[in-house]
């Protein structure tokens, strides 16, 4: 009896092997974020949560590995012709979901489309043209010699373009990018990516299943189904995952991070993130911030250290520049610079031996602990005699009152939509320029031309050896300037049942490539 | 009666002009909508652009007689975050929270009735005093923290190991104070069943009821002590009166007395104070749909305040304005059914 039924079971297992291999996508996963996608149509707001969207149903020409590489998607190749141009090839045998077939056509419709986004013209401003050579070959050129060509590549995402050209019955344009309101492009969707979304109610849940025709077979992820639910409240997200409710969760709360650690049947992945949180000293409203050897000063009083160890659980980088480890402008020779005795021998030496007072403004609802550090930092100036009135405000409230440069310290939290140094010198260092644009953010009024020029010939520069370089000098000669405080990098936090192996598919942008993800 | 209706009606009118126009006057206060739908890196003249094609840029008296217009009409605006009209966002997510709210009252009726008759009838009773002593507890603890509470031990679980497991005492004590969990911590679950229009509901499938268990506990758990000790309160003074007196000394049944001539003349108050707590009611939903993440208006509504998502909010408020009328009208109809002398309308005596 014994006998027959191990032949039995043997000879099931027998069968059911074949049969695993070829149902690959079976897996389910519940994943839950802290919010959902706002829109379908990728080019109506430039957002982390639009490009996690993104690399789910669509695909990219190029996309970043883990180490800031460049990995080859729907574009197989690249090479430059000369200074301006960029040639591509296609991928071929890719299909939408609507059942076309992508061709440089449909690349061409997806730039021309980019560049009327409000949200991405300003990425695609360096480009001139996109110039299709047939159907699976073309060239993307730039007015001038441009280094950050790929960077912006991984923007790319090829949308269908005979799915979203036409009017739809109510007589409206399908290509139209409308940014309140319902256009077709908002709730109907047919890109490249590995998964379609089946059901969408907006705030409640997100329904993806496998793309059948997804063209990278060779992709090890194995996941069918996916249901996203919103949920923007840490304790009860962080409770789903721990009570089996979801399989992944993100972002992880600083204050769970242990209860996740000592669970043994969930798994957490941290990584030093690109998100630099630091505090603008304007110098149109305080006479002192104009001295350098203040600003030095205020350098010398802050603890990154401490607000990283203390307020943030060690879930931070310390930061001394804009640029983190991996970005071609990280200067690694600037370290934080904390010495209180010093701090107070250069007030002196400006003449502020007994302070002054400044208001501060930061955000309560925004960053990781934001009112908490602005906090932290009030009392440390309060060591060097500098008193603070400090203000913290719901971020809704509160980028209305920077825009306004409503106190003389203000908080700001940076990412670079292109990976690159300059951008944080752009928006946060250059100086205030309504005209073009630039030094949009720099609230300290913090100006210095021949940097702003240093960082604009960098942005020329294709050797990326030199322009590494250059972009390090700028650090280092802000840093010496003490034109900003910058306090840390937050970093990023995830998690996942143990049989949902996350950690090979995140990378520091946060956009988990979920196609890739296996469940075992 | 007909003129007790108009009355309301004119009254309803009155309270949702209030309410639209206290909207409008705060909404410079809660932030700037457009900060949510682009990118950190639009730059200041695109952003006037979508700000002037959205009327923001009106003054605010113009905005509102544009929206007291169309409001006039039916149409309360459309969402900036949802792109649809604000009603059919409310009518979407209402269902949920009067799933929540139906499922809480349900548990406070079959608990608090029977519970605060008890406590009347025999108030010295040590189970009575038990029951008190929990409602002033229950009475005290907010609802998040219940219900974060509830999620740890009953969707989570607690293993309890404080007492010696190779005794028997011991592990008799580690096992009755450590749960499973299990119970699910956070939304409607997968399976609803479509009713009509936008109702989708959970009370016909298992996994729908289990989802309702936590939140409906934890909603009920801030007004069940209250009624316990309303009816016991009532209840009490009910039974000193002279005719329960005189309906006792005539030798009727205690159940008799008790459940028919006392309970109604109790529940007159109750359902009067019980209309009022509807109006809390919802702003304790508002609570516990954040901590569950329960898809109801209450949980809609908080963000759309994050969002600054004006049109929604005000919408939000004059439907909540609406239902406080209709429900306050409906327990004044109801009163005067179970008591007919109570009058309507005020007339001169």
């Known amino acids: 009896m014994k006998k027959l039924l191990t032949a039995f079971v043997g000879s099931v297992a027998l069968a059911a092997a074949p049969m695993a291999m070829s149902a690959e996508a079976n897996k389910e996963l519940k994943m839950a974020y802290d919010a959902d996608p706002v829109t379908l149509d990728i080019h109506e707001q430039l957002s982390g949560g639009m490009l996690q969207l993104s690399h789910m149903t669509f695909d990219p020409l190029i996309r970043w590995t883990k180490d800031l590489e460049f990995e080859p998607r729907l574009a197989k190749s690249w090479e430059r012709i000369d200074e301006n141009t960029m040639r591509f090839e296609l991928r071929e045998g890719v299909k939408f979901h609507s059942g076309n077939d992508l061709t440089t056509k449909d690349v061409k419709f997806t730039f021309d489309r980019l560049k009327q986004s409000q949200d991405y013209k300003a990425i695609f401003q360096p480009f001139s043209e996109l110039k299709v050579i047939d159907d699976y070959t073309f060239e993307l050129i730039t007015k001038q010699p441009y280094p ?187 370290t934080p610079r904390f010495d209180v005795a010093k701090a107070q021998q250069l007030m002196k030496e400006a003449g502020y031996e007994d302070g002054f007072t400044i208001t501060m403004m930061a955000p309560n609802n925004r960053y990781v602990n934001d009112d908490k550090i602005a906090q932290a930092v009030a009392a440390m100036l309060a060591r060097i005699n500098i008193k603070v009135d400090l203000k913290t405000l719901p971020k809704a409230q509160y980028w209305p009152e920077y825009d306004e440069r409503a106190a003389d310290m203000m908080m700001i939290g940076w990412h670079a939509d292109t990976e690159d140094s300059a951008n944080f010198f752009e928006f946060l260092t250059f100086c205030p320029d309504a005209e073009s644009g630039t030094g949009q953010y720099n609230a300290g009024n913090y100006c210095n031309p021949e940097l702003d020029a240093l960082v604009n010939k960098a942005n020329v520069e294709t050797d990326l050896e030199k322009r590494a370089a250059m972009l390090q000098e700028v650090e280092k000669r802000l840093y010496e300037d003490a034109a900003f405080v910058p306090l840390h990098w937050q970093d990023l936090a995830w998690a996942s049942k143990e049989n949902v192996k996350i950690e090979p598919i995140l990378n520091v942008m946060n956009f988990p490539y979920l196609g890739d993800l296996v469940i075992e | 009666m007909l003129a007790f209706l108009v009355q309301r009606i004119s009254q309803a009118f009155l309270v949702m002009f209030v309410i639209s126009v206290i909207a409008f006057a705060i909404q410079d206060g809660l932030g700037d909508p457009l900060q949510q739908m682009v990118g950190m890196s639009v730059s200041q003249d695109e952003r006037e652009a979508i700000r002037d094609d959205m009327g923001l840029n009106d003054p605010l008296v113009v905005q509102y007689f544009r929206f007291a217009g169309n409001a006039l009409q039916g149409d309360l605006g459309t969402s900036y975050f949802y792109g649809k009209p604000t009603l059919d966002v409310i009518l979407e997510h209402l269902p949920a929270t009067l799933e929540l709210v139906i499922g809480a009252s349900l548990i406070i009726i079959v608990f608090s009735v029977p519970i605060g008759v008890y406590a009347a009838i025999r108030p010295q009773a040590w189970l009575a005093k038990f029951f008190m002593g929990i409602s002033t507890v229950g009475i005290s603890i907010p609802v998040f923290l219940t219900a974060i509470v509830l999620i740890q031990l009953y969707s989570i679980g607690v293993t309890v190991d404080w007492f010696p497991a190779d005794t028997g005492w011991g592990r008799w004590l580690n096992g009755a104070l450590s749960t499973d969990g299990g119970l699910p911590s956070y939304g409607r679950g997968d399976e609803l069943t479509h009713l009509f229009g936008t109702w989708d509901s959970g009370f016909f499938s298992e996994s729908g009821l289990w989802h309702l268990v936590l939140p409906s506990v934890s909603l009920a758990s801030i007004m069940l002590p209250l009624f316990i000790r309303l009816i016991r309160a009532e209840m009490m003074e009910v039974l000193q009166s002279d005719y329960i007196r005189y309906a006792r000394a005539k030798g009727l049944s205690a159940v008799r007395v008790n459940f028919l001539h006392a309970l109604k003349n109790t529940m007159l108050p109750v359902i009067t104070v019980g209309g009022v707590q509807i109006g809390i009611m919802v702003a304790y939903t508002i609570l516990t749909e954040t901590v569950f993440q329960w898809p109801g208006v209450g949980l809609m509504f908080l963000e759309a305040i994050t969002r600054s998502d004006i049109p929604l909010i005000v919408a939000y408020l004059m439907v909540v304005g609406l239902i406080f009328v209709i429900t306050n009208t409906l327990v004044d109809l109801i009163y005067g059914l179970v008591n007919p002398t109570v009058k309507l309308t005020g007339k001169k005596a």
Do not use: C
Request: proline share 5%.
């Open chain 1, 148 to 334: 950050l060509l790929l960077n912006t590549a991984t923007y790319i995402f090829p949308m269908d373009s005979e799915f979203y050209t036409g009017k739809t019955e109510d007589g409206k344009d399908k290509s139209a990018i409308t940014k309140h309101g319902n256009s077709f492009a908002s709730e109907n969707l047919s890109g490249t990516g590995p998964y379609v979304i089946t059901d969408r109610q907006q705030g409640v849940r997100v329904e993806f299943e496998r793309f059948d025709d997804y063209w990278d077979t060779k992709s090890p992820g194995n996941v069918g189904k996916i249901t996203l639910t919103p949920i923007k409240e840490n304790n009860t997200r962080v409770s789903a995952l721990l009570s089996g409710g979801v399989g992944f969760i993100a972002p992880v709360p600083p204050t769970d991070l242990e209860r996740i650690r000592r669970d043994d049947d969930s798994n957490l992945v941290t990584m030093s993130g690109t998100r630099i949180i630091l505090f603008h000293m304007n110098q149109d409203r305080v006479e002192a911030f104009k001295n350098p050897k203040v600003r030095e000063a205020i350098a010398y009083a802050i603890n990154q250290e401490g607000i990283a160890a203390k307020i943030m659980k060690g879930f931070a980088t310390p930061a001394a520049q804009m640029s983190p480890a991996g970005y071609q402008g990280h200067n690694e020779s600037l």
